[in-house]
């Protein structure tokens, strides 16, 4: 069991906007930063976002994310068949003083 | 551009051991944290060590506290991690992971290797 709930499945169509959750808790979302990955089939997981809203170069700007209290969300608009993968999210846990991620969501571009 | 290669997983008797090794390259690799996260078979992703610049800090979860180990060499840029008392929930795809600073104590991967898997049974 996730110390970061997301759904374990989500799905679109291509051009749609599709949003994945990620739920905490006082500890890790309510007090910091979150992170996303993507993970697509066979390769290593890729940073997408960090420090909530932020990209790296060379990350689209249809990935974006946001932070209220302690959920999270990442939305992906204008999807594409190369979107699909697994994504995760993550953030530090004062309470357990290490890193803790959710489970994963599988993104399905149908 | 940033490259992280581990090496070293394989099939190991429970109670066995087994270490792990991680090549990195594209990056001043004194500069940053380094760490090994793993995901079970079915399973989420789990933090299972961190090494600081100069190798002198470590950390671990509970989970493994005790039983692995994690080193670093700068000159060499390599990240190791001993896994000894292996238990079969020890089975998992293990990734070497670049850590940057996010505020206070945290450190969160920005860069991840391909992994390696380790199967611990009989």
Do not use: H
């Given at each position: 069991q996730s110390v970061l709930t997301q759904p374990p499945s989500a799905s679109g169509t291509p051009g749609q906007r599709v949003t994945i959750s990620c739920s905490g808790g006082t500890s890790n979302l309510g007090i910091n930063y979150v992170y996303w990955y993507q993970r697509l089939p066979g390769m290593a997981?890729?940073?997408?976002?960090?420090?909530?809203?932020?990209?790296p170069s060379g990350v689209p700007d249809r990935f974006?994310?946001?932070?209220?209290?302690?959920?999270?969300?990442?939305?992906?608009?204008g999807l594409r068949s190369e979107d699909e993968a697994d994504y995760y999210c993550a953030a530090w846990d004062a309470s357990l003083s290490g890193p803790v991620f959710g489970g994963g969501t599988k993104l399905t571009v149908l | 551009q940033v490259q992280l290669v581990e090496s070293g997983g394989g099939l190991v008797k429970p109670g066995g051991s087994l270490r792990l090794s991680c090549a990195a390259s594209g990056f001043t690799f004194i500069d940053y944290y380094m760490g090994w996260i793993r995901q079970a078979p079915g399973k989420g992703l789990e933090w299972v060590s961190y090494v600081g610049n100069s190798?002198?800090?470590?950390?671990?979860?509970?989970?493994?506290?005790?039983?692995?180990?994690?080193?670093?060499?700068n000159?060499?840029?390599?990240?190791?991690?001993?896994?000894?008392?292996?238990?079969?929930?020890?089975?998992?795809?293990?990734?070497?992971?670049?850590?940057?600073?996010c505020g206070g104590k945290c450190y969160l991967p920005?860069?991840?290797?391909?992994?390696?898997?380790?199967t611990v049974s009989s």
């Open positions: 997981p890729k940073l997408l976002i960090y420090r909530n809203n932020e990209r974006s994310g946001s932070k209220s209290g302690t959920s999270a969300s990442l939305a992906i608009s | 190798g002198s800090y470590t950390d671990y979860p509970d989970s493994v506290k005790g039983r692995f180990t994690i080193f670093r060499d000159a060499k840029k390599s990240v190791d991690l001993q896994m000894d008392s292996l238990r079969g929930e020890d089975t998992a795809v293990y990734y070497c992971a670049r850590a940057v600073y920005d860069f991840w290797g391909r992994g390696t898997l380790v």
